[in-house]
């Protein structure tokens, strides 16, 4: 009988201790729930439970590879050269379009600036041609010629042969107390032979009209009729083109600034993008029996 008593006895402490062990371990695991306090903005602090000295379960976030890029870096490089910056941050989809619309507007401007040089070298040709229609073995426009008509419209006395030397001082002068029927005076002077200003002007102004070979002789008066040289409003046309291809070569130039201001943008937004992709949230919190913090891991992915 003392014997099935003791052993009674022996089960139901046994019993008794197990169960309130369990009910320490439930009890542990209710309350020791952590509560992330992230070291980048505020720390907050949370009771484990009653009987246990309050503990702070402090959490921090770094980067799963320990390489964290730089957001400066990656603008530098996407300024030098778009898409550098997105492929360092490993977007290389965004990287390879920013890298093909870098390729196909300077491409672009290759195309536009050969051209333009090519309508230049037309529209020059076409005004230093020889005359095909006066036989005068002067070019098509030639500054002797316009020295020469400004002679009969005037009465003036311009040194042709001068003139004919590419020598405009004398010329210049003149245009620049000239004046048309109107009474105003010329707005510009002829530019040096050969420069593009000399083109530019010839193909632009209607004083300059009569010194195309084609000029209709009875209109040579002050009031400089275009219309009555059609070579002029060719001429004029052919510089036109000449200017509006230039002008795509600019806008060309335009475009490629502004993708790599775009990629620069894009590039700091990327490489912040990925500094978010992995995060490691290491922390501790207090053991459930012994009540002692235990350091503990979590890793974060974003897709």
Known sequence: MRVVILITMLTVGASAQELRKLQFVQAGKELAKPMPVFFSSSELSNPIWDGFQEERSMQFQTDAT?????LVLAGLMSAALPGAGEFYAESYLRS?????IEGVLWTMHARFLNQGNQAARDYKNFADAPSDLLQDGRSRWSAARYAERLNQI???????????????SELNAFERQAKYANGTTFSHTLPPFGSQQYYELIGKYDHYAVGWDDYDARQLNASFNERASQRFLDFGVQRQEFNDILNRATTMVTFVILNHALSLIDAVIATAQYNERFNVFLESQPDPLTGQLVPRANLRVTF
Do not use: E, I, M
């Open 66 to 70: 320990g390489k964290r890029r730089s």
């Open 96 to 100: 390879a379009l920013f890298l093909a």
């Open 154 to 168: 005037y009465g003036a006395s311009l040194d042709l042969q001068r003139v004919a030397r590419n020598d405009f």
